[in-house]
């Protein structure tokens, strides 16, 4: 059997439920467990995926991994290991330590790997270079054009283009753009991303927002349904910051061609992994 992974910030649950559940090619869906990992396998219980949890912590877990990738054969596993949301705050260091540890983690026991992560203010920027000596391929989310997304908003929009084009279409006014899972834990990720020193002073994002003349928040509406509470989260946060909402439209598609890419990348190598270049097409 095949070993493919996807090592993601939780800001992107919901795309990677999306890709498990339109892709019947897998079959067995194994999820690393962590503090940042029961989202995603409720949400794959909720549209009926079965998935298995296991602990990199344990040596048999990794043993078993390694002898899967080993073996050959028929068959495709997908390993997700979703990470916690760090922010770009003073613990972005963190960030790029844990990115890194499970890079060198998963490639022991991975036949490709993908990374669910922009450059992150640049705290990533180096990490393809860092990990060129890895036999494992490792892919990233990019653009149509080939470029490297810049953050989660970035790359739900489908790109730097994309993403300068909605900028623009805002005619000036200072718009804050809300994707599900940020605006499921808005108010955490106010204080990942230096808003607001804590919970306790989330008043202070306020005056942030404020001084930057921050006036509406964009609705980015993805198409998946998996986050139940987007239009309330995003009425509450727009209520807090006295903004008003506009709603813009986004699909999933870069998701969807890098995922596919990964399949690919691995089959091109002789891996063998059964017809993955059109099921996403």
């Known amino acids: 059997m095949r070993v493919i992974g996807i090592i993601s910030c939780k800001i992107f649950e919901d795309e990677i439920v999306h890709l498990v559940e339109q892709d019947d090619e897998v079959d067995e869906v194994l999820i690393i467990k962590n503090e940042s990992s029961e ?3 409720r949400k794959l219980g909720e549209v009926g995926c079965p998935c298995r949890e296991i602990t990199l ?3 048999e877990a990794h043993r078993g991994l390694r002898e899967m990738h080993l073996e050959g054969g028929e068959g495709l596993a997908l390993v997700l290991n979703v990470l916690e949301i760090v922010g770009m705050g003073k613990r972005r260091t ?3 330590l844990n990115v890194y540890e499970a890079v060198l983690r998963m490639s022991l026991f991975s036949d490709g790997l993908l ?3 922009g450059l992150c203010g640049n705290m990533l920027k180096d990490l393809e270079e860092d990990f060129g000596h890895l036999d494992c391929p490792l892919l990233f989310l990019r ?3 080939g470029n490297l997304v810049d953050d989660c908003i970035c790359a739900t929009l489908g790109g ?6 909605t900028v623009k279409s805002f005619t000036g006014a200072r718009t804050f753009m809300l994707t599900p899972m940020w605006a499921a834990s808005w108010e955490n990720m106010i204080v990942a991303n230096g808003f607001a020193r804590s919970l306790e002073k989330l008043e ?3 005056m942030v927002f404020r001084a930057a003349r921050y006036t509406q928040v964009a609705k980015i509406d993805t198409g998946l349904k998996y986050q139940l509470d987007f239009e309330a989260r995003v009425q509450e946060f727009a209520s807090y910051y006295d903004f008003n909402v506009r709603e813009i439209e986004a699909a999933p598609v870069l998701f969807e061609r890098c995922y596919r890419e990964l399949k690919c990348t691995v089959e091109s190598a002789g891996l ?3 017809n993955g270049c059109s099921r996403l097409a």
């Open 39 to 41: 989202g995603i396998v």
């Open 57 to 59: 912590e344990n040596v």
């Open 94 to 96: 963190r960030l790029k």
């Open 115 to 117: 990374l669910f992560y």
């Open 143 to 145: 653009d149509a054009e």
């Open 160 to 165: 730097k283009k994309a993403f300068v084009d």
């Open 204 to 206: 202070e994002s306020r």
């Open 272 to 274: 063998n992994v059964i």
